[in-house]
Structure formats: C-alpha cells, structure tokens
C-alpha cells in the first residue's frame, strides 16, 4: 500500500524541460522540509523539533519525516531517470556481434509502491542490423533485462495530465532523413512535411506547468511531431504585361513602362513574384521649346496628423516626451505600452486610457461595464500636415516657387477621436445542439453585446456585437435527438359519394350505395423520445409543427374501402318430388310423411353473411316409408307345360333406402312383392299381345278438390287369334290407369329471417373473454337471433308443425360482441410562441394558441369525445416598451485652431475661418429624468448630430444678410423661395458677386400631403374564399367536399406614391394595399354518358350465352372533369355490361299418342293379316308439362329434325305366324366411339309359329358405331366469362364474373347436361370467380396552408403563397389533380429605404497639386420599387433610420495619393484575381481557396529609382474556388522560330505555373543547315521542302535538292532516292491528264471522300435492283372480296336520347 500522501504541489515548481536537472520540494506541513536533488548524496536539514533526512540516487529518493509526538511516516519514490530515446546497443570490437536492449516497459507489480519491477527485451544482433540468435553474444556483457522499480498509485494521476495543443501547419522539411543535403528531387504529387504541437504537463488543479517525467511516471508523453504531406511547391503565377504606356515627357528623352498583376502568389515553397513593371527609355523626336524650363514644379502636400487638443500641442512644443515600456501584466504588448507625457492635464487623459487596458478580455469597454454616460459631449481639437515645394527630380525647392498668392492651408480644426465602447457580454444562451444527432455537427452558442459609445471622428469602429463558438462538439454525454415520425388517426367511415360523377350524384340514393368506395385519415407529427420503445398503434404523443417531419413522406391518407351490398344467391332448378317418407327415418314415427324437392347455391356474392332463399320444400304425405321395395324386370316366361300356355316369370326384388341404396329386407315395411308372377306365352293362333309401355306422365302435379293425378300405360295386339286360339282381349284390357301425384297442392317451406345483432350471452362469456371457432377475441362471445316460420307458398306463415323438423334452420349462433371503443385524443399541443419582445403602448393583447387530435372515435358504448379541441387564451402581460428621447444641449461657439499653433505654422495670422462647433446630448426617460445614453441607443432612435462646420467672419469675407422667410406656397406642386443679399463692401467685391459661391437666393419644393394611389402589377389568381374555423375546429372526420370553383376573389396590389412618384407608406393612402375584384373559377364537368339501354336477347338460342346492355357518350369531361372511357374508332365511349344467360335447348319437345292397331287392307271380312297401316297423334307441348296440362303449341317450337313419324307401315302376322315383341333399345356404343365396334338390340318371340319348319326370326340386330350417326361423343364446353358483375347499388369494388357449362355432342348441338353426366364426365370447370372493378377515385388534396410571409419586407416584388398538396392521386376515371398546388398574391407595397453608397470619387488633394489626399464616397437614403428597374430617388434621410450609426459600418473616406512628376511610387491596387483552388489532377486538396491583388512600382524619373518602394501583393481567403491547370502553348514555326507561353485552363494567358522542365523549344536546328533551295527545317529536325516540291534525298538519306512536283503544287512525289533525276519528264498534257485522273487515295495515305460516296451510291443501287426484281417476279393475289366483319351486338342501341 502507499503509506500516507504524496504532495505534488511543490514538487512540479521545476521548469518543465526534459533535459534539465530535476529539483522538486516537498514541504511537510508546519514542520520538515524535504528537498530532492537529482546529483544523488544525502542532505540533512535539521529542526528543532523533528529530522529529515534527504537520500538521493540515480534509481530515486526515499524519505522519511518524523515529528515528535506524531508518528507520520511519508514514504515516496520517483523514478526520475531518463529513459533514452534510443536503445542502447553495444559493440565489442573483435566481434560483429552485440547485444540490443529495448525501452523498459512499464511499472508492474501486485501493489502500488516499491515492489514493482520493469523489464525490457534483449536481442543480439549483427553488426549489419539484423537479428541472429543470442548464442553470438558475449553474456559476460548482456544488459540487466529486468530491475525494481516504483508503481504508482491509482490516485495520483489524478493530480496531473498531460495538456496537449492542436497540431500546427504543415511546414516543409529542408533535408533527407539521414542525409545533410538539400532535396533536389522533382515533387511529382506532393512533399513531406512536419506537423509539431505543445506538449506540457500540467497540474488538474490550477493548470500549471511542471516538469514532463511526472507525467511520464502515468502514461507515455504523446508525440510532438507528426509526418505529413504538402502539395507540391506552387510558383507565383502572374497575368500578361499590359501595353506600354506613353513617353513620361512630351518632348526629349523620357521614360514608358508597361506593369502586370499577380494571380495567385506563391504557396508551398514555389518561387516568388517576379518584377511586375518594366521600364524603357523612350524619345520624342521633337525638340523641347526653348525657354522652357528644365524641371517642373509641384505643391506636395503630406497626410493630416492625429487630432490633438490645443494643450497637447503646448506641451510638445514645450515638454519633452517618454515612453513607457513597463509591463503591468507582464509581457511586452503593444497594447500595454502608452505614452506618458510630463504634464498632469494630459496624465490624467492618457491614465483612463491606459485603465482601459486592464480588462483583456474587454478591449473595447467603457470603464464602466454596467453604466453608460448620462450625456456625450465632445471636443474639438486641430490638426496639421506638411507642404512643401517638389521639383520634377524629386528634390525639394523653395515654396514659393510653388505658391503665388495664398498659402496652402496646413492646420485646421477636428473632432477629438473617441473609440466605440461597448458593454459587457451577455451571458452565453444555452447550446444550439442539445442531443446526440447522427451528422456529428457541432453546436453553437452565442453571447452579445452592446454599442455604448458611438465612434465618432476616426475613433475605433466598434468589435463584434455578437459572438459565436461551438459546443457540444463530441456530444457523447447528451441524449438522443428526439425523432419525429408522422402518427395517424383511425380510418373514417367508408364513403362513396365522392366516387359519383356529377351526373350520377344527381339521381343516386346515396343512402343505398353500397360496393367500393374511399376513407381518409389524418396526418399528424409527433415527438418519439426513444428508438427502442415499443410505438402501438394507438400510442398517443403530443402533435408537434408539421415542418419537423418534412424529411419523411407521410403516410397516405386515403385508402379504398367497402361497403356491404346485399346478399344475392344463384340457385339451380328444383330437383324433381322426392318419395315420401318420414321426417326422421332413423326413428320414424306415425301416418304422416313429406315429400322434399331440393335446390343449390351455385354462387353467393362477398356480401354480409345473410341467408339465401329456402333451398328446401316439402309436401305432407301420407304412409311415408323410408325404404321400398324395387322391382327389377322379370325373366322370360317359362310355360308350366309345354312350350306354351300359362306359366311363371322370376323377378329380383330388393329393399332401397330413399337414398336409392340397396339395403336389409327388414328396413322395408310392407311385405315385399311376390318373387314369381304368373305369365303366359301365346300358343299357335293365340292372340299376341304387346308389352305394357312405359307410365305416361302425370296428368296433374298436385292433387286438388277438382282434380288428381292420373297415369296410364297401355299395350297393343300384335296378333289376331285364329281359329280355335285364345282370343285378344277387350280395349279396355289394353289400357291401365294409377293415381299418381295424389299429394295436395299445398308447398310448404321454412322461411328464416335475417340475423339480428350480436347481444351477449352469460352462458358463452367466460370471466369476460372467449373464442369462438378457434379464434381468440379481446370481448365477448355473444349470440345472433333469428326468426325462421314455416310459410306455405302462396298464403304465407302457417304453424310449424305443417313443416318438417329436419330441415329447419337454425335459429340461434354465436357471434363476437363488437368492442367498447373508449375516444383516444392526443394530448394538447404546446401552445404557440408568444412575443418574446416587449409590445409599443396601445397594442392589442397578443394571444397563443393549442389544439389537439381525435385518433379513434368512441363506439360501442365507450368514454366520449371531449368537445374541447381547440383552446386559446391571451399571453401572459408583456412590458410595454419603454420611451426614452434624446435631449440637445445648446451650440457650444465655434471653435478655431489656436493662436499659438498658427503662430509656430505657417498659414493665415488672423484668428478666423472656418471651425467647427459642437453641442452635447443627454438621454430622458420616460418621466423626464436623465438615463444612460445607452437605453437611447436602442428606444430612441437616430442620434442628433452633434457637430457642424461654422465660421468667424474674416476682415476680407464676404458679409450678407441673414436669410429671410419663405415665401408661401401655393399648394402642391408648387416651390418657395427665401432671399439674402450683401452688405457693405461686400457688394464691390468681385469674389462675393459669384452666384455660385454666394447664392442670393434659394428655392425648394413645398411639403405636400396628398399621395395618389397606384395599381401595380398583375392580378392575382382567382382565390377562393376560406373557412373562417381553424381546421382543428372542424369536425373530425368532416370530410367536406373541398370547394375547387365558384365565385371568388382576385387581388391586385396598390402602391400609394407622392406627387414625384416616389412609394411611401400605403397608410398615408388609407387603404388596404389591394385592388379586389370578383372573379369566377368555371366548374370541372364531368364525362357524361346515356343511362343503360335494355337488356339485349340471349346471344346464344340454345345453351350458355350472354346478354348486353351499353352506354353512350352524350358530352366530354370539360375543366378537369371527370375522364371518360377509353373512345372507339367513331370517337364514342361505350361502356357495357355482359351477364350469362341460357336457353333451353328443348325448351318443348314432341309428345305422342299410342299407335293404333295395324290396319290391314282386305277385300273380304276375313280376319286379315300381313301387312297394314297404323297412325298416331303427335303435338309439341312444353317440356316436362304434365299430360292433363299440357297446352299444344306451334309444331315450329320443336326441333323439326326431331319431329316422330305420323304413321308407319306395319305388319300384322297371320295366325300361323310367328310373332315377336317390338326391338328392344340399342344398347350403347363405347364412349369414345371407336371404329370397327358395333351396338345391338334385341327382341323375343312372343307366339310360336305353327309349323316347325318356319325358319327361325331374327332376334338380334348389330350395326357399326359409327360417329356422329350411330355414335355421339359429349364433352363439357364453358363460355367466356361475364363482365365483372356487381351489385345493382354499387359503383366499383368486389364482384363476380360468371359463365356458363353446356354440355355438347360432338356433332356440336347443345344438348341436356344429364347426357354428360349419363357418360360419367366430371366438371373441372370453375363457373365464377371473384373480380375488382377500379374505383373511379377523384384527386384528393389537402387543405391550403396558411399564407406563408411575404418573400420581401419591402418593395413591388413581394409576394405570399399558400400550397397545397395531394393527398391521393386520381385513379380510373377519377376526376385528374388540379395543376395549381400554389397560389400567389402581391403583398401590400411599401417603400423600400436604403443606404446608398456613391462610388469613390477621384482622388482629391485640398489644396495642393500631389500628395496626401482622399477620396470620398456619398451616403444617401433613397426609396426604389425593390426590383431596382428605375433607379433610386432621394430622399429624407430620417426614413432610412440612423445616419450616424450607418456612416460608423461604412467607410466613407480612403486616404490616397497623387504622385508629383517625377514621383516614384506605386500604382492603384489590381482587382482581386479569381479564386483559385489548391488541387492535383483536377480534385482540390481545400475548400476555402485563395485570390490576390498586387501593386506594381511605376518609376517616372531614372534619377529617382533608389527612393522607389517595393512592389506588394496580398491574399485573402474566398469561397466557391476553382482547380485551374497550366499548360505551355505554342504558336507556329517562322524561321525556325516560334512563341511559346504559358496558358491557364480558362484561356488566360500567364507567367508561371507551367514546369519548365516541360517548355517546348521556341528555336529549332537542322544539322547540316538546310541550304539548298527551296528547303527549310522541318519540326523533326531534318531538312525538307517548301510546299509544292519534292524532297529528293541521297543514298545517306540527306537532303539533294528540291523538285518542283508535277502537276500540283501542293502535292509531293513518294521519290526518295536520286533515281528520280533520270525519269523522263512529263508533257503539260500528260500533267493535265493526270491532273484529273481519279486517284481513290489521297497524298496523305488515306481514302478520299468521293470513294466512299460512290460505295454508298452502289450499295443503294443493288438495293433498288434487288427490291425491283422481287416486285416484277412476285405472283399477283386473288383478290377476293371479304364479308364485314360481325358487328357486335347493340351497335346501334341508340336509347331515344334526342342529343344522339
């Protein structure tokens, strides 16, 4: 443990250096003194009443203090020895090994205190550097690796840090690491560099300094220097000389120089600015005149001196002068140094200012930092120049060689300079960045201060009024930014009447609509606190300023919705009257029974869960079974004797459920029907009688008091008897009746009602929650009720009993009881910011405002809406502003220069002339009393002025009258005057008689009152009125129809202007600033269509088809109305609707009669047989009509191919005859008819023929299947499907399409879908489907804004807008989005005052020829229109506020300099170059970039170039830079000579910039010279020829000489050797021809153009005969005249509208 405490106070005295001896103190308290030395030994220092004793080492210090009475034991170690940079390395000299020791590490140990221990690694390495094993090194010599040291405690690097500056420029390093030379290389890209800073150990507690090793005992000291990188040197860069200027003399030798200016300085070590002038001599030919003199004579005056007061001046002349270089806060500032004049008056002046100095942090405060002066007063002192007499050489002469009459004037009288004084600072405001927000920006915070003293005569301008620094840079420690995210309320209900066009709005029962239609919701802003919360949908936050989440999109506020339609069910046909049999057949009970035909639902619609129509009715019954026996066919008739005669059949008898399934005999009640029946088969002779036929239809469908239900069947005689045979029976034996459908004809059937609401249930609501169908709800289970009676068809609701039970609907079911909804409202919102200033007396109370949000509506018997959502209340009493005025003292005399100064100066004796004389102001309160003047700087406006120039009459000056009154006016428009005149001998005076310089008479403008009013600009557009609530007092969900034409509004601004036609203020026109009209914005009409025509007929007279109904286009949409459909050929929009539909294919069929008995054609009365005639009755009745009602019809309603034969031939066997009984049915062809099989039918022999030796019948027939005759095939065939079908009541959303199955043979008619489920064939087809019909949704928008602030405070071009934005873009056919989403209007005008500052006037010098001078520049108050289209016009300064503050921010006066001939000097400043940037290949390394201007040194005299000064430029920062790159530029080759310069980027011609390494050569050589002739040295450094000749070279490849090229000048024969010498010559005819010889490739090696115009030429001419030949050889079609397409149905559905 470290035993007791360390004291570092005294310890850290020492200076903090690295290398200096260490000497620290620790001072015990009240008694030892222990004193540390790094030179090691002991010292004592004894006491009286205690010992210490000091031990030093090298390794560190132990003491101990012992005091007696108090055993305090302070132990302490500092290792204080320095640790070397580099390790220690060793070399033994007959070695080339050594040992290399590392830094020691770290203090480690379990304690802190002495036992701690240090270590460092050893290598051995080789004398070269690298590292070998330690086996090659001596360990005799091996460094100790490892020692004790002392640990540190935790808590005392709390007492210290280290304090470390920012990182300082980057500055070049001159010299190579390890090498003592220059850097010589080229800098490609960049330089190194070296970065350093402070580094300092300090103490936490005061931050002082001390000695680096303490530090260094806790961490690491961190580094002083850094490497870094510097872009390449960068040479001053400078424009173009200007052209020379003239001869400085008119005649003789003189001088002309020409200048340039600098465009970006030096920068990175690059070279500097090179001279910017340059001189010559220069001569006019022309002889000077004689008698002129050799030089020339100038008046040259110097600069003002300071303003001094006329004491200041007394003791200059007499007192001597010191200056104090005393420092009171030690340092050697300037701004601590001041000059002490031996003079108690002037002591007493100059010891305030140097007491002003005291406050550092307040260089320009008044003494004073919470008071201000009562009153200002000011002083007038004096000032003086020098004048003196220059001649053309710059020597001096006598003065008055320069002045003829006056004097020039070298004293005159000025305001004594007070500097601005300003009051303390503020308190800094609270930081701008408040949170950690995700940019890492920086806040800010600012703090300010205010004008106490206003400069005045040159004194100090005034510092910053406002300061600003960052805080919160790194932000760690604050809290998140709040988030803003967009909350939503709950949908509204779901409305359709904003789907309605106009058209339809006007005949529609809104109330009845039902299908798709819109909600909306509102948007709203809110702060979310934290990212990691849970956000339910419901959570409710305080509504914020939309503005905060106007970086996020916000989320739609219209959605699609339904509402339910009326249910609707498609229903099959009634299945055929069921047996009768017992309402429950499990237990089946007593007499009485029904009959059930059923029906299906083939399709129900998406609407609320409603019951469909009755599916079942039944019919009471009487002896109802559950099961009956069937009787199959029986067998064939098995004579009891012989092949004849009576006998028996076998038939099969089962018991079959109602279902048709076979089942157990006992199930059958009644005794089950014989199994053997007597028959009998006719003998020889015998009559042969037929077979029963099948049971006619039932003649009536129900049995009533009038009527029952007859059957019959009947057989016919196919044999006469012979003689002795059995005879035929009696007719009536050939005819059987049965009752059938003996049922009454009363229909019975449950009918339900709808289900009522949901009511709540004890028995299925379990501790307040339950499931229902699995699935879990928040409320109660409850249950729905309905009733269901049982009606008789046609009388309506009879008893229940007369209905079975077993298909009685349910009457009660469970159901999910609807939630308690309490209304969710958001919290207020903050309320509006007041006025934070105070408010002018008789002022209406300000007032702020809160509103907040419904989110969810109460329902269910939930808490209620509060009806409070808007508030708003009167802010709390602001101060009323306070009313301070300044008071004038009176006009102090006017004060001159001092005797005693004009005495010691040259210039007039006479006390008179001009000075200047002063008053003093005061600040009044409110009641009257004296204030700081500082209130009156900011309640009371502009300062009075306080000084004016005056004047004491001289004996020489002009005298005149005082001015008298002016004259009156004579109204508007007109002028007055005021006159004066001279007195005395003023009047003879020639001087005073110029009307310039004394005016007699003035005359100004009359004040006038009248102002005109003036339209201005251009109407706004047409607004329409608001609403006067708030949009948060309207009702939630309100949902109005946002009105979007009608009558409205249009404003034009109107200017109130003076009789000049200067704006003022529009009050003065007592009017609103507006021009208002009425205005009309036309109403949007919608497409308007035809209402529906009829239903078309069934497309399709057997099977599935469809039916149509159109509209029609009767007008287009107009004004952004409502679209129409998509538009035909014929430009008309036809909007229809297709439904399925099916006829019956056999809608009737032919009904026939019995045959009758065959009729034989005999001439005797014989019984006749063979063959004969029979004939029948046949009609066409509606299908599946009942016999007794079936009413005969058109025989042209049946199918005509189908129509039953009338009569037949037949056959009537003889009584010897075989008989046999009619074919039986065909049996069936295989399903899919294939060839080569067959199908059969039979018949049996009914009678026996008499004679065995008949050959036998035919009892079976066969013949091929054969398809489409024998043979049919059926398939399922669907239609296309409907339109998307919806409810009669709604417009667009959820629907149906359907189509229908029809059963097809496969010669293609339509034929009963029975036949295809007869062939097993399963329906795969789905006949309805669900469908979406777009929702014609109109654009949706949001309310207008408010009207934001006028873009300017001032001025014609202000303007306010308002906006709007869409909240749902248009769908369908809604109505599209207006395109106006902002809307403008002129703001009231008023008169825009300023400041005008004239431009700087030429140098002016008072009073002399050169010198010292000044230039000036006006400051005006003047009046524009703010768009500066007519210039501005002057006008009473007081309407632009505070003259004297304005002439404090503006620079109204620059000292200047006329140069006297002869005179060196310098010329006016250059503009500022452009801004350029530090970049490299284009991309810059800084975004703050640099400009320049410099001044170029003009030299007019060669005698006065030694007293010239120095040329000087300067840079500043600037924005929005450029990367500029230099390239060398050349011009073209004249005499081998050309001109090469440097070129900026932008095309500015400069010096510098551009490597000199890479400047192209401006003169080149050939070697040999070029001599022969007509030759020259080309750019390739080889001797050519000029243009139009030929190089002819030698063997050695030089230069023979030129030849002139044949035929044209200008191109060169390929010759290049001199075997060119002996080709013959050619002809000017041969030279001609070949002239125009068409040569494809030019002397340049490339093809000419004409080459390639002949190419394309060709290629198109290919192409033509190509195309040709296939036209000429293609064979002509058959032209073949095509039917018009098919019309489609209700083409012409015109619907008697007159507007068609």
């Not at 300092?200 to 220097?225: D, G, L, W, Y």
């Not at 639902?601 to 019951?611: A, C, K, N, Q, R």
């Not at 019975?748 to 609501?765: K, L």
Request: aromatic share 6%; proline share 7%.
């Amino acid at each position: 443990m470290c035993q007791g405490g360390v004291n570092y106070a005294n310890l850290a005295d020492s200076p903090a250096s690295d290398n200096s001896s260490i000497s620290g103190r620790i001072l015990e308290p009240r008694r030892g003194l222990i004193s540390l030395s790094a030179a090691g030994g002991v010292k004592e220092e004894a006491k009286s009443t205690g010992w210490t004793m000091t031990l030093t080492d090298e390794v560190g210090v132990i003491a101990w203090a012992r005091r007696a009475g108090n055993h305090l034991h302070v132990f302490v170690l500092l290792s204080l020895f320095s640790i070397p940079v580099q390790s220690d390395i060793e070399f033994l000299k007959e070695h080339h090994f050594s040992w290399r020791a590392g830094q020691w590490g770290q203090c480690v140990g379990e304690d802190c205190g002495s036992g701690g221990v240090q270590t460092r690694t050893i290598w051995c390495v080789h004398m070269e550097g690298w590292t070998t094993h330690h086996s090659h090194c001596q360990h005799s010599d091996k460094p100790e690796s490892q020692r004790h040291c002392f640990k540190v405690c935790d808590w005392h690097q709390d007492l210290f840090e280290w304090d470390v500056s920012a990182w300082g420029g980057c500055l070049l390093v001159p010299f190579f690491s390890n090498e003592l030379k220059l850097r010589t290389a080229e800098c490609i890209t960049a330089q190194h560099g070296i970065q350093r800073r402070g580094v300092q150990c300090v103490r936490t507690s005061n931050r002082t300094t001390v000695t680096s090793r303490i530090c260094e005992f806790f961490s690491q000291k961190p580094a002083m220097e850094q490497a870094c990188l510097i872009p390449c040197p960068q040479d001053c860069v400078v424009s173009d000389f200007t052209s020379w200027s003239g001869c400085s003399k008119t005649c003789g030798a003189g001088l002309q120089h020409r200048t340039r200016h600098v465009l970006a300085t030096a920068v990175y070590g690059g070279a500097d600015c090179p001279n910017l002038t340059e001189t010559r001599t220069c001569s006019i030919s022309s002889a000077c005149p004689a008698g002129e003199g050799e030089y020339q004579y100038s008046l040259k005056v110097g600069a003002w001196s300071e303003c001094r007061t006329p004491h200041h001046k007394d003791v200059l002349l007499s007192g001597r002068t010191t200056v104090d270089f005393s420092s009171g806060g030690g340092g050697g500032s300037k701004e601590n140094s001041s000059v002490k004049l031996h003079n108690q008056a002037s002591h007493l002046h100059l010891h305030l200012h140097h007491h002003q100095h005291q406050h550092p942090q307040n260089h320009h405060h008044a003494p004073a930092h919470n008071t201000s002066p009562m009153s200002w007063e000011l002083e007038v002192g004096y000032q003086t120049r020098h004048v003196r007499c220059t001649r053309s050489d710059g020597k001096n002469a006598m003065l008055s060689l320069c002045t003829q009459d006056d004097s020039p004037l070298t004293f005159q009288t000025c305001v004594m300079p007070k500097d601005c004084q300003t009051s303390g600072w503020s308190r800094w405001s609270p930081c701008s960045k408040t949170c950690r927000s995700a940019d890492l920006s920086p806040g800010y915070r600012l703090r300010t201060r205010i004008t106490t003293q206003i400069p005045v005569g040159g004194g100090q301008g005034c510092p910053a009024l406002e300061e600003k620094e960052a805080c919160n840079i790194i932000g760690d420690l604050l809290p998140n930014c709040p988030r803003y995210v967009w909350r939503t309320t709950d949908w509204g209900e779901c409305r359709i009447a904003p789907l309605l066009s106009q058209q339809a709005r006007r005949s529609a029962n809104i109330s009845i609509l039902c299908g798709g239609g819109i909600q909306t919701r509102e948007t709203y802003c809110v702060h979310v606190s934290d990212d990691s919360a849970p956000h339910h949908r419901k959570e409710v936050s305080r509504p914020v300023s939309t503005k905060l989440c106007a970086g996020e999109e916000p989320p739609s506020a219209v959605q699609h919705c339904s509402v339910p339609c009326q249910h609707h069910c498609l229903l099959s046909q009634w299945s055929p009257w069921g047996a009768c049999l017992h309402d429950d057949c499990k237990e089946p009970q007593g007499k009485k029974g029904f009959r059930h035909r059923r029906r299906e639902v083939l399709w129900e619609s998406s609407g609320p869960p409603e019951t469909c129509p009755h599916l079942v009715e039944s019919i009471p019954c009487e002896d109802p079974a559950c099961s009956l026996w069937k009787v199959r066919p029986q067998g064939t008739c098995a004579p009891a004797e012989g092949t004849c005669g009576p006998g028996s059949a076998v038939r099969n008898v089962t018991c079959i459920s109602a279902e048709g399934v076979d089942g157990p005999a006992p199930q059958c009640e009644d005794d089950p029907p014989p199994v053997q029946v007597a028959c009998e088969v006719a003998c020889p002779a015998d009559c042969a009688v037929g077979p029963w036929s099948s049971w006619s239809s039932c003649s009536h469908s129900c049995a009533t008091k009038t009527a029952e239900g007859r059957q019959s069947r009947t057989r016919n005689v196919l044999a006469l008897a012979g003689d002795g045979g059995r005879p035929c029976p009696a007719a009536p034996a050939l005819e059987e009746w049965r009752v059938c459908n003996d049922h009454p004809c009363t229909v019975f059937y449950w009918e339900a009602s709808a289900w009522g609401p949901c009511i709540p249930d004890a028995s299925m609501n379990l501790n307040g929650s339950g499931s229902w169908n699995g699935t879990p709800s928040a409320c109660a289970v409850g249950v729905q009720i309905r009733r269901v009676n049982c009606v008789k068809v046609n009388a309506g609701p009879v008893i229940n009993k007369r209905c079975p039970d077993s298909t009685r609907p349910e009457t009660v079911q469970p159901c999910l009881l609807p939630c308690k909804r309490d209304c969710i409202v958001t919290p207020f919102s903050e309320w509006t910011a007041c006025p934070s200033t105070c408010m002018p007396d008789n002022t209406t109370a300000a007032t702020q405002s809160r509103y907040r949000t419904i989110i969810q509506r109460s329902a269910n018997g939930g808490h209620e809406c509060p009806d409070t959502l808007y508030e708003e209340r009167e802010c709390e009493s602001l101060p009323v502003c306070p009313v301070y005025s300044w008071r004038t003292h009176k006009w102090h005399s006017c004060t001159l220069v001092p005797d005693s100064v004009r005495r010691g100066l040259t210039g007039p004796g006479e006390a008179c002339g001009n000075g200047l004389e002063t008053r003093g102001v005061s600040c009044l309160g409110e009641d009257g009393d004296l204030a700081g003047t500082t209130e009156c700087l900011r309640w009371a406006g502009s300062v009075p002025p306080q000084i004016r120039q005056c004047r004491v009459a001289c004996r020489d000056d002009c005298t005149l009258t005082t001015w008298s009154k002016f004259t009156e006016c004579a109204g508007c428009g007109s002028s007055r005057s005021r006159k004066r005149s001279l007195t005395g001998r003023s009047k003879k005076k020639e001087h005073c008689l110029n009307p310039e310089s004394y005016p007699l008479e003035e005359t100004e403008a009359c004040p006038c009152d009248e102002y005109l009013s003036q339209p201005y600009g251009n109407w706004s557009t047409c607004i329409l009125p608001e609403l006067l609530a708030p949009a948060s007092l309207q009702s939630w969900m309100g949902h109005r129809e946002v009105k979007e034409c009608g009558q409205g509004l249009r404003y034009k601004a109107v200017a109130c202007i003076d009789l000049q036609a200067h704006p003022v203020n529009p009050v003065l026109c007592a009017d609103s600033g507006y021009m208002v009209e009425d205005c009309h914005i036309p109403c949007p009409l919608d497409c308007k269509l035809s209402d529906w025509s009829a239903w078309s007929a069934c497309s399709s007279t057997c099977g599935g088809g469809f039916q149509i109904r159109s509209k029609w286009l009767r007008e287009k949409a107009f004004n952004g109305g409502r679209p129409c459909p998509k538009l035909d050929l014929k430009n008309q929009a036809q909007v229809y609707e297709a439904t399925p539909c099916y006829s019956e294919c056999s809608q009737y069929e032919w009904r026939t009669e019995p045959w009758s008995i065959c009729t034989i054609n005999t001439v005797d009365e014989l019984p006749a047989c063979g063959e004969g005639v029979q004939s029948r009755k046949i009609r066409c009745v509606r299908r599946g009509a009942a016999s007794g009602e079936a009413i005969s019809v058109e025989d042209r309603l049946c199918d005509q191919e189908e129509v039953p034969p009338r009569a037949q031939v037949c056959f009537l066997p003889c009584p010897s005859d075989c008989v046999l009984a009619p074919w039986g049915p065909w049996s069936s062809c295989l399903q899919s008819c294939d060839q080569g099989t067959a199908r059969n039918r039979s018949r049996h022999i009914l009678r026996l023929p008499a004679s065995e030796s008949s050959p036998p019948p035919e009892l079976v027939q066969s013949e091929p299947c054969i398809l489409n005759s024998t043979c049919f095939t059926y398939q399922y065939k669907v239609s296309d499907w409907s339109t998307c079908l919806l409810s009669e009541n709604a417009i667009c959303g959820h629907g149906s399409r359907l189509r229908l199955l029809d059963c097809v043979r496969s010669d293609g008619k339509v034929v009963e879908s029975r036949m295809c489920e007869q062939f097993g064939l399963i329906n795969e087809w789905s006949l309805s489907e669900t469908c979406v019909v777009d929702c014609p949704v109109s654009c949706l928008l949001s309310d207008w804004s408010s009207w934001a602030e006028c873009s300017h405070t001032c001025g014609s071009q202000a303007e306010s807008a308002r906006t709007r934005r869409i909240l749902q873009e248009a769908h369908a056919e809604g109505r599209p989005c207006p395109t106006q989403l902002t809307q403008t209007k002129s703001c009231p005008i008023r008169p825009c005052y300023t400041w005008l500052l004239s431009d700087w006037s030429r140098c002016v010098v008072q009073g002399a020829e050169c010198g010292e001078g000044l230039r000036r520049r006006g400051l005006s108050c003047v009046v524009d229109w703010g768009d500066w289209s007519a210039s501005p016009k002057p006008v009473e300064e007081k309407l632009c506020g505070d003259r004297v503050r304005q002439q404090v921010q503006q620079e109204l006066e620059q000292p200047c300099f006329i140069p006297c001939p002869g005179d060196c000097h310098l010329t006016e400043w250059s503009s500022w170059s452009t801004c350029q940037l530090t970049c490299l290949e284009g991309r810059s390394f800084e975004t703050t970039g640099r400009q320049a201007r410099s001044r170029a040194v003009i030299i007019q005299v060669t005698e006065n170039q030694d007293s010239c000064p120095r040329q000087v430029f300067e840079t500043t920062p600037c924005k929005g830079g450029k990367c500029y790159n230099y390239q060398w530029r050349t011009g073209g080759w004249s005499n081998n000579q050309r001109a090469v310069w440097c070129q900026r980027s932008d095309g500015v011609n400069v010096t510098g910039g551009c490597f000199l390494q890479k400047k192209p050569t401006s003169v080149r050589h050939c070697h040999p010279p070029c001599t022969k002739p007509f030759s020259h040295c080309t750019p390739s450094g080889v001797c050519g020829c000029e243009k139009g000749y030929t190089e002819v070279m030698t063997t050695l490849g030089f230069l023979d000489y030129c030849t002139r090229t044949p035929g044209v000048d200008n191109k060169k024969a390929d010759v290049k050797t001199n075997s060119g010498r002996l080709k013959p010559g050619s002809s000017p005819a041969q030279d001609l021809f070949n002239e125009w010889t068409l040569r494809p490739v030019g002397p340049d090696g490339r093809l000419k153009l004409w080459v390639y115009a002949v190419t394309a030429v060709g290629f198109i001419f290919i192409l033509f005969i190509i195309a040709l030949s296939f036209l000429v050889c293609k064979p002509p079609k058959t032209t073949k005249t095509s039917n018009p397409p098919p019309q489609k149905p209700l083409t012409l559905a015109y619907d008697g509208d007159m507007d068609m």
